[in-house]
């Protein structure tokens, strides 16, 4: 147990449609993450959220947007669903930005998202 | 971030020990090397890192030979349910590359009976 919850565990949309992912960060922790993950693919960065504010991004539209809030909550959001957006999204939360020494970046179980 | 080659499967028996390599030549002095593994559907979960020194903790040890250009993750007693994609990778520490991951295709690892 990572202590990094997300919610739904399984999505499916149509395409076009706007979608809305949740992750609850390991309490303490002021960073969060999200990845995507397409089927037999190992994750790919999509951008990462320091203290509410963006902090680094993946190669990804400006569709994919996210807000982190106080309290270890955040989300992901993501607009006009395209097929290939079928994947698994992951948090994950780590305790400091910190590019300049060892900083473990934890993961939750992923959502699930099918886009039709 | 420095790129890493990993196996792409390997089989291992239970109850003895498994030995992932990683190659990772181009990695620079102040990168870290990351392990994590993914059971079927689940997020990756974290093993182990070390810097230039072994390490070892109640999951695995990591072996890094001293030019730094390859290492190893060694589980000392597999069972069945480590059976995953285990991914090796090196986090850059470059204030451009943030504290982002970057995932390869990992090593896809077998434990049978």
């Known amino acids: 147990e990572t202590g990094v919850t997300q919610s739904p565990t399984h999505l499916i949309k149509t395409r076009g449609q706007q979608v809305t992912l949740r992750c609850s960060s390991q309490s303490g922790h002021n960073t969060v993450s999200w990845y995507q993950q397409a089927l037999g693919q190992g994750p790919q960065f999509i951008f990462q959220y320091y203290r509410e504010e963006e902090n680094g991004r993946g190669n990804f539209p400006p569709r994919f947007s996210g807000l982190q809030f106080p309290y270890y909550s955040s989300e992901l959001n993501v607009n006009a669903l395209e097929l290939d957006d079928s994947a698994l999204y992951l948090c994950?939360?780590?305790?400091?930005?910190?590019?300049?020494?060892?900083?473990?970046?934890?993961f939750g179980p992923g959502t699930r998202l099918t886009v039709l | 971030d420095a790129k890493t080659t990993q196996p792409t499967s390997m089989d291992c028996a239970e109850g003895r020990a498994a030995n992932l390599p990683c190659n990772h030549s181009t990695i620079s002095g102040n990168e870290y090397v990351y392990w994590y593994r993914q059971i079927h559907s689940q997020g990756p979960q974290y093993i182990i890192h070390?810097?230039?020194n072994n390490e070892t903790n109640e999951m695995a040890s990591l072996i890094i030979t001293e030019d730094r250009k390859s290492s190893t993750l060694i589980l000392p007693h597999a069972t069945l349910r480590d059976t995953a994609v285990y991914y090796c990778i090196v986090r850059g520490t470059s204030r451009a590359a943030g504290n982002k991951l970057t995932f390869g295709g990992g090593t896809r690892v077998l434990v049978k009976p």
């Open positions: 994950a939360s780590s305790l400091d930005r910190a590019w300049n020494r060892s900083d473990t970046q934890y």
């Open positions: 070390g810097l230039k």
